[in-house]
C-alpha cells in the first residue's frame, strides 16, 4: 500500500505508523480482509468527532471498522465523564470485555477521551481492568501510532507492554488530522476545543483544558470541502460557541456566503455570551438554522450563582424576549440540570416556571452528578436521589404539556426539513425541520439525505407530523 507525504506530518513519530501498516498488511495478505477496529464514542457532538478524527488515523494505519466488539483486533471506548452513570456504563462494558480477552489474547483494548483524562479513572482501569492495554486523554490522539505500536510491539516481543498518556501539556490544534465521518449527509466541525466558565458542577474544564480557537480559514475550508462533496448539515461545535477567539457571528456570515443548498446548526452557547448580535446574524442569515440551544440549567438566581453561571433569570429573558421580538416563533432549547446540592423545591420549581415562560420546543434534563475534583462536590449536598428522580419526572410532565401547545403553532404550515432515515413505521420517515424540530413524515427512502417540503398536520409532545408537499 503506498502512503502519501503526509505520513510524517501526522505522527510524531512515522516508524510507528510505517511499523502499524506493515503489520496491518501482513494480517490483510494472510486473513484476505482488513484489521477491524471497533470504536465507540460516548457522549456529547465533539466526542464523538474526536471519535471521527481518531477512526481517520486507524483507517491510515490499515485498520477496517466494524459494528461488533466480537469481531475486532482492536476495541477503542472513547468516553465521557460529564456524569456518573456515563463512567459506570463504561466500567460495565469493559468487565465484559475481559471474556472476549480471554478468548483472543491480541486483542488490543483502549480507553479514552474525557473519562480517560481523569487521573482516578485510570488509575482505576490500571488496577481493576489489568486486561485494558491503552488509556490516554483528550490531548493526545495526535500520538495513537505510538502508543499503539508500543503495545502491539511488546506483544510481538512477548512482552506485556501498557500504555498511559494523561498528559494535557500538548494544546496545539491538529489541522492535518485526517477524519472519518460515517454520515454522508450531516457533519461536526469543531471551532473550539475546551472551555475556560468553570460553571462548579462541570468537570470539562478538568478534562478539556482551556479554550483554543481553530482559525476562520481553516474551519471555512473545512465547510467549503464538506458542502462541494455533499453534505447537507453542518454543526459547528465549541463548548461555548460565542467565546469563539476571531468571533462566533462574524464566522456565521462568512458561512452563509458559502455557496450551495446546505444549513449550519452550533452548540453550545452560553446565555453569559448571547446577545443580540448572535440572534441578528441567526436571522438575518438564510443558510443559518433559526433555532438557539440555549443551557439555562436552573430557573433561580440564587442556584444559578452557585452554579457560576454568570448570569440572572433576567439576563436570560432578555435574550429570549428579543429573539421572539424579531421572530416570534423563534426556537429554543435548553439543558437543566435537577438537584443541584442545597436546591430547595420552591427553586426547583422556579425551573418550572420559566419553562413554561420561555416556551422550549425541547429540554435536555439531567439529575445533577457529582463530579470529583469540581467546586459543587465539596457543597453539602442533602436532597435523596428518589426526590431529585421525582423532580426529573415533573419537569418532563411540564415540558411535556408546554411543547405540545407550542409546537402546535406549526399545524398546518409546512416546514422545511431534511430527511434523516426511516421513521418508526413502514413508509415514514424522520428528519428535522430549519427550526431543529423532529418531523415525522410519510416518504420512501430515495428523500432520505435531501430537503423536502413537509405540511404539519399534528403536534406531539416533542415531535411534529407531516406529509410531504410535492
Ligand atoms: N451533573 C448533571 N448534569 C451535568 N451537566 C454537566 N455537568 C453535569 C453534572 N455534574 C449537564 C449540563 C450541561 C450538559 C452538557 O450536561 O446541563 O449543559
Ligand atoms: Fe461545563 Fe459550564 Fe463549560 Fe459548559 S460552559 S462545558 S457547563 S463549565
Redesign the pocket.
Known amino acids: 500500500m503506498a502512503f502519501d507525504d503526509n505520513m510524517a506530518k501526522d505522527s510524531n513519530n512515522g516508524e510507528s505508523l510505517r511499523r502499524l501498516l506493515e503489520y496491518t498488511a501482513a494480517y490483510e495478505m494472510s486473513t484476505g480482509s482488513p484489521m477491524l477496529a471497533y470504536v465507540h464514542s460516548f457522549g456529547?457532538q465533539q466526542n464523538v468527532s474526536d471519535g471521527e478524527k481518531l477512526m481517520g488515523k486507524l483507517a491510515k494505519a490499515g485498520f477496517g471498522f466494524t459494528d461488533e466488539p466480537e469481531k475486532a483486533r482492536l476495541i477503542i471506548l472513547n468516553t465521557c465523564a460529564?456524569?456518573e452513570n456515563a463512567e459506570d456504563r463504561v466500567y460495565g462494558i469493559l468487565g465484559r470485555y475481559k471474556k472476549l480477552k480471554e478468548n483472543d489474547p491480541q486483542l488490543v483494548i483502549g480507553v479514552c477521551g474525557c473519562m480517560a483524562q481523569q487521573q482516578c479513572a485510570a488509575d482505576r482501569i490500571k488496577n481493576s481492568f489489568r486486561y485494558v492495554d491503552l488509556v490516554f486523554g483528550t490531548f493526545v490522539t495526535d500520538r495513537i501510532y505510538d502508543m499503539l505500536w508500543k503495545v502491539i510491539s511488546g506483544r510481538l516481543d512477548n512482552r506485556k507492554e501498557r500504555v498511559f498518556d494523561l498528559s494535557d501539556s500538548d494544546t496545539t490544534i491538529h489541522e492535518d488530522l485526517v477524519q472519518m465521518r460515517r454520515d454522508k449527509v450531516k457533519a461536526f466541525v469543531p471551532i473550539m476545543y475546551g472551555c475556560n466558565n468553570f460553571c462548579t458542577?462541570?468537570?470539562v474544564p478538568y478534562v478539556r483544558g482551556r479554550e483554543r480557537s481553530r482559525t476562520p480559514e481553516a474551519v471555512i475550508e473545512e465547510v467549503k470541502g464538506l458542502v462541494a462533496s455533499g453534505y447537507k448539515e453542518i454543526t459547528l461545535l465549541g463548548q461555548n460557541v460565542n467565546s469563539y477567539s476571531y468571533g462566533f457571528a462574524g464566522l456565521l456570515r462568512k458561512i452563509n456566503e458559502i455557496d450551495g443548498d446546505f444549513w449550519v446548526r452550533f452548540m453550545?452557547s452560553h446565555p453569559k455570551d448571547a446577545g443580540r448580535e448572535l440572534i441578528d446574524t441567526i436571522i438575518d442569515c438564510d443558510k443559518i438554522c433559526t433555532h438557539l440551544h440555549l443551557?439555562v440549567?436552573a430557573g433561580s438566581d440564587r442556584i444559578l450563582k452557585a452554579m457560576n453561571r454568570r448570569y440572572t433569570v433576567n439576563d436570560y429573558m432578555k435574550i429570549v424576549d428579543y429573539a421572539r421580538g424579531r421572530d416570534k416563533e423563534f426556537s429554543f432549547t435548553t439543558?437543566?440540570?435537577v438537584g443541584f446540592p442545597g436546591e430547595s423545591y420552591e427553586e426547583f420549581c422556579m425551573t418550572k416556571e420559566l419553562i413554561r415562560k420561555v416556551r422550549y420546543d425541547n429540554i435536555y434534563s439531567?439529575?445533577?452528578?457529582k463530579?470529583t475534583g469540581t467546586k459543587a462536590a465539596e457543597f453539602e449536598d442533602n436532597i435523596p436521589d428518589s426526590e431529585k428522580g421525582q423532580w426529573l419526572r415533573e419537569l418532563l410532565l411540564e415540558q411535556r404539556e408546554t411543547s405540545q401547545e407550542w409546537l402546535s403553532r406549526y399545524v398546518g404550515k409546512t416546514l422545511r426539513v431534511l430527511a434523516d432515515g426511516a421513521g418508526k413505521t413502514d413508509g415514514t420517515l424522520t428528519g428535522k425541520s430549519y427550526e431543529n424540530i423532529i418531523v415525522n413524515f410519510s416518504g420512501g427512502e430515495q428523500d432520505v439525505g435531501r430537503f423536502v417540503d413537509v405540511k404539519i398536520t399534528c403536534a406531539r409532545n416533542w415531535a411534529l407530523e407531516g406529509e410531504i408537499v410535492k
Open positions: 456529547c460529564v456524569r458542577y462541570c468537570i453550545s443551557p440549567q439543558d437543566i440540570i439531567f439529575v445533577y452528578s463530579r
